[in-house]
């Protein structure tokens, strides 16, 4: 369990662009193999006085706001490059009053359907009655019977 916990907190992540240990101590994490085979930056360290090593200390603690308030804006361009890339693909659907539309069946027993992978995956078609605001809409079938309100991403355009 320790080693997966210290593999997860030294791995480098993209988003952040920064270990978690190193956001944390302000310091890059020393390997056990770095202390095995000697690296110049352990030999620097293992070099200084108590009062040196403190000072160092002090100086890397000092940065560590300034690392992390860079890390929160790497993340928050990381996650804005995300959305839009995911936003590419969306496309809003929006409908008006008398509108013909298709509604997704949705089972509410998850178990096999009759007809399988080839059963029809919508219903309808049914005609937008009411558009509510955020995407909701009030929808009537051929018998005038009102379903709803039902959120815009589970209907589709019908093309007679």
């Known amino acids: 369990m320790e080693e997966a916990l210290w593999v997860y907190s030294s791995t480098y992540r993209t988003p952040t662009q920064a270990t978690p240990y190193s956001l944390i101590y302000g310091v890059k994490a020393v390997l056990p ?3 095995q085979i000697p690296s110049l930056w352990l030999a620097i360290q293992e070099g200084l006085t108590d009062e040196e090593n403190a000072q160092l200390r002090l100086e890397e603690l000092e940065a560590l706001d ?3 308030l860079e890390t929160q804006q790497s993340l928050e361009c990381y996650q804005a490059r995300l959305s839009q890339s995911f936003n590419k693909r969306v496309y809003l659907r929006s ?5 013909q539309v298709l509604l997704v069946k ?3 027993i998850t178990s096999r359907r009759s007809g ?3 059963s029809a ?9 009411e558009v509510y605001s955020s995407g909701a809409y009030k929808i009537v079938d051929s018998e005038g ?3 709803g309100p039902i959120n815009g991403k589970f209907m589709n355009r019908y093309y007679p």
């Open 33 to 35: 193999l770095e202390r």
């Open 95 to 99: 409908f008006q009053v008398g509108d």
């Open 121 to 129: 995956k919508w219903d309808g078609p049914y005609i937008v009655q």
């Open 116 to 118: 399988g992978k080839f």
């Open 106 to 108: 949705r089972p509410i």
């Open 66 to 68: 300034e690392k992390r």
């Open 145 to 147: 019977l009102w379903i």
